[in-house]
């Protein structure tokens, strides 16, 4: 099943969700900002995008700039800022089939699910 990490006050996010239920296929949303996810699963989500954890990062985030920024961090210092702050985690995300996309362009999306 299709799983999508969404935000809804993302217009991007509002749009990846709208491509998902366009495919007419069976998904669950994750609302991560309510639900916000353990490490061991955003672990899995970044292994599922075969990317390391900062590149799942919004850097132009204010509290990105304010804490983090030019610093060098760990992984695990990046997964935790993400579980601290989850606004900072990319969005929308969508799984299928242990394998991942970022939906920034929506066509990335539109392309994983057809």
Known sequence: MIK??????????????AA????????E????LEN????????EVINCLGIKPESLVR????????????????????????????KLIERPIVINNGTAVIGRP???IENFIS
Request: with cysteine; net charge positive.
């Open 29 to 32: 949303v994750v609302r991560y």
């Open 36 to 43: 916000i996810p353990s490490k061991e699963e955003l672990r």
């Open 59 to 86: 850097k132009n985030e204010a509290i990105w700039k304010e804490k983090y920024r030019n610093r060098m961090l760990s992984d695990e210092e990046v997964l935790d800022a993400m579980i601290t702050y989850p």
């Open 20 to 27: 998902v239920e366009k495919s007419g296929k069976e998904f």
């Open 4 to 17: 999508i990490y969404h935000n809804p006050r993302c217009k991007k996010s509002r749009e990846g969700l």
């Open 106 to 108: 929506l066509e990335n």
